[in-house]
């Protein structure tokens, strides 16, 4: 007597299995440390958002929003891009890390700077605080997304 036959379905070759590796649910997109740190720039969190670390982009957005329009209603003075005093680029830089607040402060500022008080020249520093808080952001994102920091 024979044995009846066995319905078997070809398998795949093994070389294919064993090249792909099995899914993992706390495996991250990688992602260009470039674009992360130039959006984190941009937008205070934002660098974080796209690393899918909300808790922490919505902490230096707060952070560094707080601290910028608190500077623009003390009136404090934001440092244009030319200067010929060294004081005045480092001002500049510091303002520039803030990003958008940055670049709306112009809009939110109308009434100009009020340093001639002790509250615009509290406010300049605050709007510079905001470009610091800003950039520890900035280096933040670079490291997750390059992958030296979870």
């Given at each position: 007597?024979?044995?009846?036959?066995v319905n078997?379905?070809?398998?795949?070759?093994?070389?294919?299995?064993?090249?792909?590796?099995?899914?993992?649910?706390?495996?991250?997109?990688?992602?260009?440390?470039?674009?992360?740190?130039?959006?984190?720039?941009?937008?205070?969190?934002?660098?974080?958002?796209?690393?899918?670390?909300?808790?922490?982009?919505?902490?230096?957005?707060?952070?560094?929003?707080?601290?910028?329009?608190?500077?623009?209603?003390?009136?404090?003075?934001?440092?244009?891009?030319?200067?010929?005093?060294?004081?005045?680029?480092?001002?500049?830089?510091?303002?520039?890390?803030?990003?958008?607040?940055?670049?709306?402060?112009?809009?939110?500022?109308?009434?100009?700077?009020?340093?001639?008080?002790?509250?615009?020249?509290?406010?300049?520093?605050?709007?510079?605080?905001?470009?610091?808080?800003?950039?520890?952001?900035?280096?933040?994102?670079?490291?997750i997304?390059?992958?030296?920091?979870?």
């Amino acid at each position: 007597m024979s044995d009846p036959p066995v319905n078997e379905t070809p398998a795949a070759p093994p070389e294919i299995h064993e090249s792909l590796p099995a899914p993992s649910p706390s495996t991250k997109r990688k992602s260009d440390p470039v674009s992360i740190a130039f959006a984190a720039w941009l937008v205070p969190g934002l660098g974080h958002f796209l690393l899918n670390c909300k808790g922490r982009a919505l902490g230096f957005f707060i952070a560094a929003g707080c601290l910028a329009l608190i500077g623009f209603h003390l009136r404090g003075n934001i440092f244009p891009p030319h200067s010929i005093d060294p004081f005045g680029t480092l001002g500049f830089l510091a303002d520039a890390a803030s990003g958008i607040f940055y670049l709306s402060g112009k809009i939110l500022e109308r009434a100009g700077p009020d340093v001639a008080r002790a509250a615009g020249d509290y406010g300049t520093r605050f709007i510079a605080a905001a470009g610091v808080v800003n950039l520890v952001a900035v280096f933040d994102a670079y490291e997750i997304a390059s992958g030296r920091r979870t």
